[in-house]
């Protein structure tokens, strides 16, 4: 509930806008489909799935979307380059909005940024993600692509503390030649959205919420997270009632935009039902916090929507 | 309080295993520990068992369970590795090479193989008290049994006392308010870099 003294940076994915100051625009809230358990998808590896079932998760991420007024992403996660590609061309039928591109394995995730590129959806994709894995394979990959967008992972092995990812980024800590930023900036990508990699509770994962102020205030680009990660990790809840479990997801995102965070890996798709309302609460009581401080709500805010 | 696993020695503490983490302990006085990597597998006989999908806190974790416990002298490797993270991958190579300066795990095909919270002296302990026995791959529950049943009766206890791992603590250091780069109206600002809150400095003409 405050305001960067920097200008902040907003930027725009397939329509859609991403950064600036708390309050001003809504969360962008990306759920993931196709993910690895994922109970739709029937072959991983050839990409076979239940396509009604996916379509109405898509569905309702859109139709949720446009209920509150907080935009979306739809997040494809693919475990090979032949997977990706029926997702996509599923995609493009179900989706009108921008895309995430995701795989654990580079080699999928370098496949990706050429694909899209080769298909004409590189405008609206974000590339997930530049870290310090990011080998020359994978970075000369996304620099022969047109993806303009792309996730840099700010997670340090090394350092897990505010100051460990900040040096990620800028300088690229003791483990890479150079900052993610930097790097970035050399592989042609403009807009550049930060996630520090949220770790278990326990190992850290709160230094993510003041990361984000602190990288926001420091850097002026948009800032997220997949906070959800910190709750399906915690060992404690796993024995507790799907209740009980949407409960602190819901919390836990509503603290990162507290937490001045412009976007949200909100995990499974499912779980749209139950975090569009928590963000945009969330979104609507940041926005009449920081009313007086200058901060506009952008026209399309779920405070115009749902109160 | 401690458990003895002889009348001269101490095993394991009480508290054993002092790192949470998602894991099942069975019974700590046997020598067998298994990590079931991304598979949710049901092991019987083990020492402890668990799956393990990253590989830097996920090893971390591993390690600091098994080195304070003597009478693990085996890590049983099974279940489907995950990929990208390849923590199976990595817990072989940490056992093989260790780690560089950086904290890098030498030779480990993972995405950040990286050891963060681990003092070298916990590595070595590792390498010498375990032995690695690779299954990768493997999930068939009775098969594993078996394995766990055969190594249990291979080893004494490892003839040192229990390592503890203890947490790097960080350095305290003195917080100046600097100037602030983030403002909460009505006067007070906040500086990112140290956290503080504070009223502005109004200087009257």
Redesign the interface.
Known sequence: ??????EQSVVNVGGIKLGGQPGENATVLCGTIFYQGHKIVQDEEQGAFDRAAAERLIARQAELSEETGTPAVLHLYA?TIEALERYLAFADLTWAGPIIVD????AVRAGAAALVSELGYADKTIYNSI???TSRMEAQAIKESEVDSAILLA?N?????VDGMLQVLEGGA??AEKGLIPLAEDLGITNKLIDPGV??M??GAGASL?FS??AK??LALPVGSGIHNAVS?W?WL?QKDKATKKCCDGAASAMQILAAGDFLLYGPIENAEFIFPAAAMADILVAEA?R??DNEPAANHPIHRLV | MTEECSSQRKCFEESWPPVRGEYVVGDPNARVAVVTLASQLHVRGSAISGPCKTENLGVEKIVANVVSNCNIRFILLCGAESKGHLPGNTLLALHRNGIDEQGRIVGSKGAIPFIQNLAPDAILRFQEQVQLIDFIGLEDEAKIAELVEIYNSRAEPYPREPFQVVKKKSTAKVISAGEGDLLLGSGVVMNTATWLVQAEVVVEC
């Open positions: 509930m405050f305001r960067f003294k920097r475990r795989s654990a394995d580079a870290s310090v894995a997670y092995p090394t350092d897990c503390r003791a483990m770790v278990p326990g190992s003041r102020t602190v205030a420091k990790a060992p796993r920081v007086d401080l």
